[in-house]
């Protein structure tokens, strides 16, 4: 006799609706069940996994979460899982619009699923993240609190691992591009290529352009030449004030475009080695540590 909780397991593999229902309706308990063999991932993490819209909607209907969001052996929600998915956007979004508190819980591996999209390079999946979240700034903010060297935020993970979309998209919507990490290392300092560090550079240049005109336009004046200031260099260049307020001139970015046809054929770059699970880390200069 077939426990009800792998005939469960299996039927959502098959994506038999019809069949899950009727294994919910005759075993109720079995609707939360961990497969302990396999991460202690439950019914929804599986759904979620493979992004089975219908299925993962009944199981939240039927009581999936009530005591509770679920967690796996690795502490990632639903969520997580959906996020991981390959084109999980819709999943994504039905999760998150169940369960919008659970955006800015950590994984063992301290990684949000805000964090965790901008470490994929899951652009979309960002703005759907961003769009349920209760707290934009927050999430924008929020920083690891485990790893090799915790205090990264999601626009450390998304220039460590060479995401030029999430990037562009972080840093428009406001994420700091100057917050440290305990290592004291600004997600530019993570740049995958000399060619992104010019990219980022220049799109933070852009974002204060857009910063001053609107203050501009609103009536406020701005003052001093702190972090991120601008003034122009003469035709093609600018000058940004660095964290340690020196002026540095630079060539103006190349496209977006540009940038991600000099990736690897996955679309991103590949980490390596400066730590364990981290992808090694360029000088300004663009050497190695």
């Known amino acids: 006799m077939i426990e009800p909780s792998v005939r469960l397991r299996r039927s959502i593999y098959q994506n038999d609706l019809v069949l899950v229902r009727r294994i919910i309706k ?3 308990r079995c609707i939360r069940i961990p497969d302990l063999e396999n991460g202690a991932n439950t019914p929804l993490h599986l759904a979620a996994s493979l992004g089975l819209i219908e299925i993962a909607a009944f199981l939240v209907e039927a009581g999936h979460e009530d005591e509770g969001i679920s967690r796996n052996s ?9 996020v ?3 084109d999980g956007e819709d999943m994504v979004r039905l999760m998150a619009g169940f369960f919008p508190r659970c955006i800015s819980w950590e994984n063992e591996e301290g990684l949000d699923a805000f964090q965790l999209a901008a470490k994929l390079g899951a652009d979309r999946i960002l703005q759907i993240l961003l769009s349920f979240s209760p707290n934009k700034h927050e999430l924008l903010s929020h920083t690891s609190t485990k790893g ?3 205090g990264n935020t999601a626009l450390h993970y998304a220039s460590a691992y060479g995401n030029m979309k999430a990037i562009n998209f972080l840093a428009t919507s406001g994420a700091d591009p100057y917050c440290k990490n305990v290592g004291g290392y600004t997600a530019i300092d993570y740049s995958s290529t ?7 550079r220049g799109l933070l240049v852009d974002v204060e352009k857009k910063k001053a005109a609107d203050s501009e336009k609103s009536g406020r004046r701005r003052g001093g030449s702190g972090p991120g200031s601008i003034t122009m260099a003469g035709p093609g260049s600018v000058k940004l004030v660095d964290e340690a307020g ?4 630079m060539a103006r970015s190349p496209s977006l ?3 991600l046809a000099a990736q690897p054929a996955s679309g991103r770059a590949t980490p390596s080695g400066w730590r364990e699970g981290w992808p090694k880390l360029r000088s300004r200069a663009g050497s190695t540590d």
Request: aromatic content about 6%; overall charge negative; proline content about 9%.
């Open 194 to 200: 000399v060619q992104a560090e010019v990219y980022f």
């Open 257 to 259: 475009k540009g940038i």
């Open 148 to 150: 090799n060297d915790p």
């Open 74 to 82: 690795d502490k990632e929600t639903p969520l997580m899982s959906a």
């Open 246 to 249: 020196d002026m540095m001139t």
């Open 84 to 86: 991981r998915c390959k």
């Open 26 to 28: 005759n075993n109720p």
